[in-house]
């Protein structure tokens, strides 16, 4: 199908002003991109899309029309480089098979406008060159199943044709671009993850009262950097020590806070989500993971007049976010019975499922254009 001759994609250059108004009425479902655009560091590769214009005027009454809309930041590659959300996901499709087809076909053509718009955007100086044999990939992150399907053109399926992994978003060989079944202009794609959702509390809410009381043998903490290499070895998800040191933590350590090692820790990532969660063996089974994650959603709520936090004298991380807005999320690959619990003990209730994928850019151009 051709690309509406009318579509546009536009740069929102003050996305906390001008993209979030659009997005945070729509919460919990936009959760990921929005704390994205909420987190504190904002690098000068890094550029907000949407199909609505900047000076586009939020109606009260009335929702906004369909709409996409992206956070892409290329330059922190193998991680995560964008993230992508469309209204589609929040619209079930009606009865009439006439009227479903549009809206999937107006999903797409949104979709693939803001992956050309990416395809054309200058490559950041820190990105890997690519080899010849290889086109550009884009490592989408947390993708509703919904919008995976139209960019895959086909059901996602529940095995996944490859997981994310290896030392490079741009160049893994753990991706087959070159041969496979993948179709539409998914080159790959993660298992299905379950969203999990955790929602804002009520100013008397008292569960997570008891969060600061540690037996006296451990203390609160943060993560310092020269324990990420540690974090880093516990966990399969690729991240850098530039990126960790920017997200908010959390570490319960052995002793005082100054000499102690830490048995328990966590961060929030970019997106907001719960990761890198983790209790030493010898710990488990004393709450301490639930504990932490607590602490880390206590982040989100004690707000500096800008809307930031700051606890022990760390930034949180996350700007703007206000009150009755303190969702929480955590993305888990099942069956992972252990973080299924903490999740429920923390409230949390399945969302939706989603995925990591690699978009190939060039042939998202070409469906694009109707080749």
């Not at 606890?311 to 299924?340: T, Y």
Request: with cysteine.
């Amino acid at each position: 199908m051709a690309e509406h001759p009318l579509l546009h994609v536009y740069e929102h250059d003050s996305p906390r002003d001008t993209l979030l108004p659009l997005l945070l009425p729509q919460l919990p479902s936009t959760l990921p991109l929005v704390r994205r655009i909420q987190f504190h560091f904002q690098s000068p590769d890094a550029h907000a899309l949407c199909t609505l214009p900047t000076d586009y005027i939020q109606h009260p009454d009335h929702p906004p029309p369909s709409f996409s809309a992206a956070y892409v930041d290329r330059s922190r590659n193998p991680e995560t480089d964008c993230w992508i959300w469309s209204s589609i996901e929040l619209r079930l499709p009606p009865n009439d098979p006439g009227l479903a087809g549009a809206l999937f076909s107006q999903a797409k053509d949104q979709l693939l406008a803001i992956l050309r718009h990416i395809s054309n955007l200058p490559t950041p100086s820190s990105f890997p060159q690519f080899s010849s044999k290889k086109p550009p990939l884009l490592l989408v992150g947390t993708l509703h199943r919904r919008v995976l399907e139209i960019l895959k053109e086909a059901p996602a399926g529940g095995h996944g044709k490859h997981v994310i992994s290896g030392p490079s978003a741009a160049t893994s060989d753990d991706v087959d671009t070159q041969n496979g079944d993948h179709g539409g202009c998914i080159s790959g794609h993660t298992t299905p993850i379950t969203k999990w959702l955790i929602a804002p509390r009520g100013a008397s809410d008292d569960a997570a009262s008891s969060v600061d009381e540690l037996p006296e043998s451990l203390s609160w903490s943060t993560v310092r950097p020269e324990e990420y290499q540690l974090v880093a070895s516990k966990t399969a998800i690729p991240r850098k020590a530039r990126t960790m040191k920017l997200l908010p933590s959390v570490a319960v350590r052995r002793g005082v806070v100054e000499d102690g090692s830490i048995i328990a820790w966590g961060f929030l990532g970019p997106d907001g989500s719960l990761t890198t969660l983790h209790t030493e063996p010898e710990f488990r089974g004393k709450g301490l993971a639930k504990k932490v994650a607590w602490k880390l959603f206590g982040l989100l709520k004690s707000h500096n007049g800008d809307g930031s936090a700051e606890v022990e004298g760390q930034e949180a991380g996350f700007v703007g976010v206000r009150k009755g807005q303190e969702w929480n999320h955590s993305d888990i690959s099942g069956p992972n019975p252990a973080s299924e619990g903490v999740a429920k003990g923390l409230g949390g209730r399945e969302g939706w499922e989603c995925f990591w994928c690699w978009v190939d850019l060039e042939k998202a151009g070409l469906m694009g254009k109707g080749v």
